[in-house]
Structures are given as C-alpha cells and as structure tokens.
C-alpha cells in the first residue's frame, strides 16, 4: 500500500498560514487551509510600509548582524537571540523569493529592489510595494497556495472557524474542531500536527489598528487548553493612527520613513491653519529629543513622547488628543509614487489631502508582541537546527503556532517592518521540522480512537447548543465594547498599580456578566452571534492575561512603562559605558568616580533590574485564572545594554 | 432636544433560497461614522426604526480600510466597499442591498467564491521553480513595476463585476477583474514564459471575446485599476495568440 501523504491542518490564511502551506505542499504533504473569510481578506494585507532585510544596496554599511542587533535592542532584550539572529540572515533570500513570486516591489533606476529608511535603525533596510506592502506580499503568496491547490495538495476550507485542539488521552495535539461559519456545523479534522497562524489580538481593546478578526480567540484557546501564553502584557502602541469612529486606521511609519515631520504648535491650543504656522512656532518635539534618530525612534518611545505632549504638556493639536504628521514639503509626485496607498486612505476617510495640510494622528494599539511560547532547538554551533520538530512548536505537542500568534521575535517592542518578515520566516522555518515531527511521531493519528474526535465533536456541539440558548439581558457587542474600553482607558501607554489593580476587577465584573449575555440571534445559518460569543469568552481570558502580566511585571521595558518603575537615565549616559562597566566589574572593585555623577548607580539599577525582570513571562491557566511565572530569556549573543536614541 | 440620528433601509435575507425584506434603522449620529460603524451600531441594539426586536444585521468585513475588499455591497445603489461608505457624505436613509451578481448568503454577505475559481483557471501566479534561494529575482525597470503595481492593487472585491452588464450570475463570463489579473502575470519576466496558457484561458468560454464594452467596470472600480485598458491589451494579446496558433498549430 502506497503511504499516505502527511497533512498539515494550516490555521489562518495571512502571511505566516500561507507561507507555511506553500512550503509545506513544495515539501510533497498535504495542507487543509482553514480561513475565517476568503484568502486574501486576511490582516496581513493591513501591514503598509515594508519588510525589513539588511541587504545594504546603499553601501550604507548595513549587514544581517546590524539587523540583528536593532531588532534585539528595539525589543529591549527581551526577545530570543538564536531565534532572531536566524531571521536576519534569512531575510535577504526572502525579499529575493518574494520577488521572484511578483511582488512589484519598488525599484531602482537600474532596476534592482529599491529601500527606505524606518524607525529604529539607522540604514535604508526596507524593502516595499507602494505602501501597500502586506497587501501585496499576502496576495503573491496566495497565488502560490492557489497554484498548489490547483495541483490537488490545498485544501481550503473558507469560512470556517477554529474552535479548538482535538487533544488524545497523552495530551498530543492530533486534529482541530472546525465550525463551519455558514451551515454552523461544528466537526473535527484529523492531521499530522496543526499550525495555528492565527494572527493578533488588539480586538481585545475596543479601538485599533486591527481588523474584526483578530480577537485572538483561537491562541486564547490554546491557552484554554492547557498552552504557555507568553509576554501577553506587551501591547505596542503604533504612534501614528488615524481617529475614526469603528477603528483607528493606521497612518504607516513609511510615511516618516519618506521624511514626514512630527510637530505641535509650540503655542498651547493654536488656532491657526497648520500651513499658515510658521518654522520657528513649530514644535518638532522628535527631532529636538532624538537628534539621531528623529521621527524614527522605535514605536514605543515614540508613542511615549506623543502621549507625553498631548496629556502632560497640553499642546495637542487645537487642544484635541493629536498632533501632525507633516508630509507637505514633499512634491506630489514622490508621494503618489511612494506612499499613494496611504495618502488615498488618508484621504477617504478624513476629507484632507495629506499632500496640502498635514495630516492629524494619533497613537492606537496595533501589534501584540506577545503570543503562544513556542519552543526551538539549536545545533552545537549555536545556530538553530532548521529540521527540529521542536522548532514553533507549543508547549501542545503536535501544536505549532507562528505569526503574530507567537512571541519569540520582537521582545518588548517591535520594529517596525519586522512583523511581515517575521510571519514569513516563521511560517517558512517551521516546515521541515513540522514535516519532521509528523514523520517521527511513534503512534500515528490513525491509531487515535474515534472516540477521542466524538468527543472532541460532542463537546463543542454541546457548547455552541449551550450558548445558543444564552437568553440574558447582555448584549454580546456591548460587553466587548466595554471590555475593550476598559482596557483602552487603563492598560495603554502609561501603566500604574493602583490602576491596573482595578482593572483586573473590572474584568472580573464583566467575565460575571458575560454568563448573563444573550445570544442575539436566532438564525439557524451563517449565525455569527454564537461564534463571537465564544470569542468574546476567549476575548476575556486574554485580557485577564495582559492586565495580570502588566500589573505583576514592576518595571520599565519596551512598550511597557511604568513611571514609578523608571531607572532615570541620566541624560548625558552613553550605552557603551555600560558594557564598559561590566568589563571593569569583571577585573574587581570599581571607582566610585570611574563614571560621571549618577551613571554608576543608574547602571547597578539597569542590572539589578534585568536580575528581575530580564524574563519572559507565562501565563498558564489555574483555576480559571492566569498563573504568572517567569522563564528566562537568551542572551548569549548580544549583551543586553541601556537603549538610548538621541 | 432631537438628537441627530442616521436613517438606514437595509434589503435582508435570511438564506440563500429564502426571500428577502427590507427592513428600517434610525441609529445615534457619531461624527466620523462610516456605514459599518452603523451596522456595528445595530449590532449592539439590534431593533427596527419601528421599535421590533429582530436578528442583528449580518455583513463581511475586515480591514475597515478598504485594503480587503470584503465589506463590498450597493449602497444608495451603487457599489463600493461600506468601509469608506462615510455617512456625511450619503444621502439618507441609506440604502444598503447585498450585491446582485453573487449568491447572497444571507443578509449583505454573498458568496464570491466564483471569482477566486475564475483567478485558479487563468493560472494567475509567477510560476516559481521553488522556494529555495536561487537569488535574485529578474531585473525590471521601476516604470514596467509601476504598471504592475497599479494592477496589482485588485482586492478581488468584485465591484466591476457587479457593475459589468455583461456578468450575470448564471453565464460563465470572467469579467475585467480576471482579465486584467491576466496581463499583471502576463507583465511579469518570468510570468511571460507561460503566457500563452493564461492567454488561452480567456480566449475560451467566457473569455474575453463576451466582453460588451461597456467601460463600467473602469468607473466602478475603488483603487482605479485601468480595467479598459487591460482589456484592450487583453484582445492585442488574444489576438495574436489566435493568429499564432492559425500559423502554427
């Protein structure tokens, strides 16, 4: 008898699912594709700017190890070395692979890939589509997943929803429970391993950059079902957002990346036209904190400053939560060819032309850096072994995450233009060791009783009965609008104790309110009410898992501050000072008076603090609640330092 | 004091073979209000302008910034993607029906998966060797990738379908949409070399030849992809090719 092919059930058709199916069917097994919507309605296609690979076509001095050392240093350290130093040196051959799919990056006069410049690095490292990047990378490999389903080896199954793990009796992940979103079915598929590219979660906070699908509901399951949640509390705040009423539209950091300006008026509530202000009544509050890097600092210092001006410094723009984005000295022309996309959107939604008046923006959550913990191996050399089953895989076995699902490779902040790269090269990496894994397995899903997938089948049947017949005076949608503010006003930017104390009830109160939801709709097909029900329970955990991890975590890293936990860099302190101490602390006693004032303490702070809290932290369920612990992190390519941007 | 309102006539459906109804809305006035945030709006109140109790309003939608082409329905009668539908700018009541050239699902969803069918028989992707790194891809002048880009803009949201006179629901025609996803690939270095099969999809059943003229699809598309033009570049190219094959075949 011939053997049968491997199939690999693929959660999720943005840029991390696809990549993985693609290879996957090239490797000769089997995909099934689940999607929520059609392909190419993913979030992926969301992402604007760029993906990140240090090809230095500018002889600016950029290499994979340049890239490697921004991505660890705009994270603060917290994200996993190995893992991301691979990524780097991976990432030129993915923007070459890229190409020769079709995507229609921008070009040079000489016709090779051209680069821009974003925030936290100094090099041209970005390559880009317009801006419309993620749209156009979703869509190339789309189109290889729809060649290879042509051939017979992708299965989609399109509006269809993952519920949860079909797990055995030994906990081994062995197939998912499927619900398909039009006949409300509710069924179970059996395979080899399941990969959960799932995307984000910021639906959890009731405005974002996010679209309605990323309420993070299928990792939140896993949780459920007994997975490691990694580094929840890292939330990035994108700082330059479009208001809007049902989302905040993201203005891309391309748009600084082209040379746009951050400015207020220096004149609190200034009621002039933004043109009309002149240079020297401009408060270019970037640029003059961080002469270095300017409009590009990382995503959460930026955030910080903005939120900063607006709330304590009062000098919003016309007295509103917003400043410019300032794009007006660039030529037409430039623009429609480099940021079109963009500007349209722009546009559109607010009635102004961003190439006549500057554009009015505003921080909204955007990206989740946390994620399922998802585990790797590495050979002798310290590089990471590309055929280990280990490689994305949960602390499910049999169940691999990857995408914004995981939480290995942007720590505490994420550069921007990481995100696309990093969904590909997860999604790419894992495949042999996926295959691998369903190669080796000792007992193989056809030795699985029927029974452990009839109960799988039942319980969820039983479930989705049980919430149908939800018949309280909540309203699903209501509740999730006040989860989300709830989190909005209380776990954003600027984080404190007292507050995040009360936050935590406040969820309690609304997962107690939830058992009196009401499942508003009584259609027996394409009911979606009953599905955002679970979701919405999902939702709830999750949000439980971000505030606790905020409220536990007493310090300052990355997107996550906490004033009364701030080491107070001194102002004039340089990071290699840093390294410079820990090499004399290495020869013995140090000098009281080997640094200037203050910069010695400011350093014994930074290490001790790191003694803490340089960790990831893992949220596992306990009695329906989040147990925090902490796991450390590897460090053993990059000395974590200070960061500084000015 | 009145507070402001915004009036909605929404046609609704039930299941795919049931019949559908008009139903009408009065929701709060938000400023900045698209028509999604009024779906939302009933959502979370989910009564008639008459004060019934019914079953929410149901829709696709996704990225609410018209990059994902989901959210696409007619909208005062015309189609276009409700995301950018900007209230302010409508007239009221707002008229909301399910496109008219796809299967409705239910309520404003109807089923597009013809079209992704269609972009699986034209063979619209670069035919890669593999995913392995074999280096660069081809050298190409920014101006020929400025072309392709505009083209590959297409969000596969059907609006120039819906708009086309040509496509019914029941005949088999491809429509503008496939046609010019057919000259992206055909622009391309590598997707050149297996042209011809692409070619020889529109020049069958449904192909090209249908196509009536009629420009709307041009005036209805939301990222101004130049659909006329891919058209009549699309019969150049089919007409060589039929050329060709009468010399050589």
Known sequence: ?646 | MDAKTIKLKIKRQDKPESKPYWQEFEVPYKPLSNVIACLMEIQRTPLTADGKQINPVTWDANCLEEVCGSCTMLINGKVRQSCTALVDQIKQPIVLEPMSKFPVVRDLQVDRSRIFKDLKKAKAWIPIDGTHDIGEGPVMSDSLRAKRYVLSECMTCGCCLEACPQYTKDNGFMGAAIFSQVRLFNLHPTGEMTQEERLETIMGKGGIADCGNAQACVESCPKNIPLTESIADMGRQTSWQLLKNLLLK
């Open chain 1, 1 to 646: 008898m011939a053997k049968r092919k491997k199939r690999i059930i693929v959660i999720g058709g943005g840029l991390a699912g696809l990549s993985a199916a693609m290879k996957i069917c090239e490797m000769g097994s089997e995909v099934i594709l689940i999607a929520y919507q059609s392909l190419k309605r993913s979030h992926s296609v969301c992402a604007q700017g760029g993906i990140n690979a240090a090809m230095d076509t500018k002889d600016e001095g950029d290499s994979p190890e340049k890239h490697f050392f921004d991505t660890i240093r705009g994270g603060d350290f917290l994200a996993e070395q190995p893992l991301v130093r691979d990524m780097c040196h991976q990432a030129p051959a993915i923007i070459h692979l890229l190409d020769r799919m079709g995507v229609a990056f921008n070009r040079t006069g000489e016709g090779h890939l051209a680069f821009r410049r974003f925030g936290g690095t100094l090099y041209s490292r970005t390559a880009f589509a317009g801006a419309t990047t993620g749209q156009q990378l979703v869509y190339s490999l789309d189109e290889q997943v729809r060649r290879y389903e042509h051939d017979g080896l992708v299965q989609k199954l399109e509006w269809h929803e993952y519920l949860g793990a079909v797990l055995d009796g030994n906990g081994v992940c062995r197939g998912a429970i499927i619900h398909d979103l039009r006949t409300n079915e509710i069924f179970t598929l059996a395979g080899d391993a399941v990969i959960l590219a799932t995307g984000g979660p910021s639906q959890v906070y009731s405005r974002s950059t996010a679209s309605t699908v990323n309420t993070g509901a299928a990792a939140t399951m896993a949780y459920l079902q007994g997975a490691k949640y990694a580094n929840g509390e890292f939330i990035q705040i994108h700082p330059t957002a479009i208001p809007g009423q049902d989302k905040l539209r993201l203005m891309s950091e391309s748009a600084r990346g082209e040379g746009g300006r951050i400015w207020v008026p220096k004149k609190a509530g200034d009621t002039r036209e933004p043109l009309k202000i002149p240079e020297n009544e401009r408060y270019y509050f970037l640029e003059e904190k961080y002469p270095l890097y300017g409009n590009l600092v990382p995503r959460d210092v930026a955030s910080r400053e903005i939120y900063e001006i607006v709330y304590n410094q009062k000098l919003g723009v016309e007295g509103q939560p917003m400043v410019y984005l300032d794009l007006t000295h660039k030529t037409k022309e430039y623009l429609e060819d480099r940021l079109g996309g963009i500007i349209d959107i722009y546009k559109k939604f607010t009635g102004d032309d961003p190439r006549e008046v500057p554009m009015k923006i505003f921080p909204a959550v955007h990206y989740s850096m946390g994620g399922l913990w998802t585990d790797y191996e590495s050979t002798a050399e310290g590089l990471i072994d590309h055929q280990s089953p280990r490689n994305q895989m949960t602390s499910i076995q049999g169940l691999y995450a990857a995408g914004e699902a995981d939480c290995q490779y942007h720590g505490a902040n994420r550069l921007g233009a990481n995100s696309l790269l990093s969904c590909i090269y997860t999604g790419l990496m894992m495949a042999p060791g996926v295959l691998n894994y369903a190669s080796n397995i000792s007992k193989s899903v056809e030795d699985v009783p029927s029974s452990t997938f009839d109960e799988a089948r039942n319980y969820w049947t039983e479930r989705f009965d049980k919430i149908k017949k939800m018949d309280g005076n909540e309203n699903p949608y209501k509740l999730h609008q006040e989860l989300g503010d709830t989190l909005m006003e209380n776990v954003l930017i600027v984080r404190d104790n007292k507050t995040l104390e009360k936050t935590v009830y406040a969820i309690q109160e609304i997962e107690a309110r939830f058992k009196n939801v009401k499942c508003v709709d009584t259609n027996d097909w394409a009911n979606p009410a009953a599905s955002f029900i679970n979701q919405l329970y999902c939702m709830i955990h999750l949000s439980k898992i971000i505030t606790k991890g905020a409220l536990m975590r007493d310090e300052f890293r990355g997107a996550h501050y906490k004033p009364d936990y701030d080491l107070n860099q001194p102002s004039d302190f340089d990071p290699y000072e840093y390294i410079d101490y820990l090499e004399k602390k290495n020869y013995g006693e140090i000098a009281e008076d080997a640094f200037p004032p203050g910069h010695l303490d400011y350093m014994r702070r930074y290490e001790e603090n790191n003694t803490h809290w340089l960790k990831n932290s893992i949220a596992t369920l306990e009695d329906n609640q989040p147990d925090i612990t902490y796991e450390d992190v590897n460090t053993s390519l990059l000395t974590p330092r200070p960061r500084k941007y000015d």
